[in-house]
């Protein structure tokens, strides 16, 4: 396929932007004072923020306090320090906009982790965004080369205990995002974006008297804080997708043979709303010229239409997921977003099966909204190695 400088960056824009929305802006006037007005968040790097595990993607994308592994890493790493396990590996592909016919669109994530003692667990993960490859063109038509653009994500963590029930994480990441590096628009010198960031995370875990044993997990996350990211030499930067969330899971076992989970989370980007002021008349919209910690700090009141704006850049993730004799699992989950807010909504199934070391989970979304996924009808899938199962089982 072949672009022009301009269209093909107006291409890249929907393909990042859909991990938010695929809806964008528009203008619809000013019904219910404008409260009904599309105004999605928009953040540099989105990659970031897809879930890269077919486990929790099979549960519609709650990740944030279901039972550590080895993808822990993206959704909370405290979980870490409560694994039972000594050592596990796990690898995730996930096609990306396969319904367009594209074929080298994709998300690869590898992460593990190494259990110290009983307080203390590191983990690592990398995150692979192949966007294709792309024939550059000027406005005339002529070649100006061939384009890869791609993004990765390098993050080491270090999760320990606080208490018996308590759990702290944190974790530190090297992102690099080359789009378009060469490249010029408008006499502009395209350059690879480069940003570091760092997550917080605590866990929270106690039994419940529920079945014949049963425990409630609470986690929270602050995931992507960190400098801000720009594709040129100006001192014009944008937003990490910088995020809170939150989430319980309860498990419950009914007998030695079935184990039920029902889960839920809630995020929040922790980036400005976007707004029309531009006070000091630059040419820049304000929300864009904030600092790091004020954009952090002021995205829970910044919204212009106040606080009902403010709980729709809220969104909702419910799953459930049933084992079976620890070797079997059926999930299924729903992801709410507002329709003002990127307006994802989706239903998910997954299947899961694990035997001695290996096991492999298996994802599928279904949309249930007028907005279409880059995930629609596609099938995701993980590997995962648990190489301290064997000496687990050993010593049993």
């Known amino acids: 396929m072949k672009f022009t400088k301009s269209g093909w960056f107006l291409l890249l824009s929907l393909l990042l932007g859909s991990s938010f929305s695929l809806n964008g802006q528009q203008d619809c006037g000013f019904q219910n004072g404008g ?6 968040i928009i953040s540099a790097v989105p990659f970031l923020r897809i879930v890269p595990d077919a486990r929790a993607a099979g549960m519609g994308d709650a990740g944030i306090a279901i039972s550590p592994d080895a993808n822990t890493m993206h959704h909370n790493a405290s979980k870490l320090a ?20 594209l074929t080298d669109v994709y998300l690869a994530y590898l992460s593990g982790f190494k259990k110290l003692d009983d307080l203390q667990t590191i983990g690592a993960s990398l995150r692979y965004f192949s966007l294709g490859e792309i024939a550059f063109t000027d406005v005339n038509g002529e070649a100006l080369g061939i384009g890869r653009p791609n993004e990765f994500e390098v993050a080491v963590a270090y999760a320990r205990k606080l208490s018996d029930k308590l759990s702290a994480g944190l974790t530190g990441k090297f992102i690099f995002s080359n789009l378009a590096a060469g490249q010029q628009v408008d006499n502009i010198d395209i350059v690879p974006g480069i940003a570091g960031a760092v997550d917080i995370s605590f866990t ?38 910088g995020n809170l969330g939150i989430g319980a899971a309860l498990d419950i076992d009914f007998d030695e043979y079935n184990r039920l989970t029902i889960t839920t989370d809630f995020n929040k980007l922790l980036v400005p709303t976007p707004d029309t002021t531009d006070a000091d008349g630059n040419g820049v919209l304000d929300y864009r010229e904030k600092g790091l910690f004020e954009g952090v700090f002021g ?85 995962i190695f648990d190489f301290g199962a064997r000496n687990n089982q050993a010593t049993e």
């Open 204 to 241: 929270y875990l106690t039994p419940m008297n529920i079945g014949s044993s049963s425990n409630l997990r609470i986690g929270m996350n602050i995931s992507n804080l960190g400098s801000k990211i720009s594709y040129t030499r100006s001192s014009l930067r944008d937003f990490l997708p």
């Open 35 to 40: 409260l009904d007005c599309p105004n999605t």
């Open 299 to 383: 995205s829970f009141g910044d919204a212009p239409n106040g606080f009902r704006e403010e709980l729709r850049e809220i969104s909702y993730a419910f799953g459930l997921e049933y084992w079976y004799a620890k070797q079997f699992a059926v999930r299924a989950g729903y992801f709410y977003e507002h329709p003002t807010k990127g307006n994802r909504q989706f239903l998910t199934l997954g299947l899961g099966i694990k035997y001695n070391i290996f096991g492999m989970n298996l994802s599928y979304l279904v949309p249930t909204g007028n907005v279409r996924s880059p995930l629609d009808n596609t099938l995701r899938f993980s590997l």
């Open 82 to 101: 409560f694994i039972e396990q000594d050592i596990g590996l796990s690898a995730t592909y996930s096609p990306w906009l396969r319904n367009l016919g």
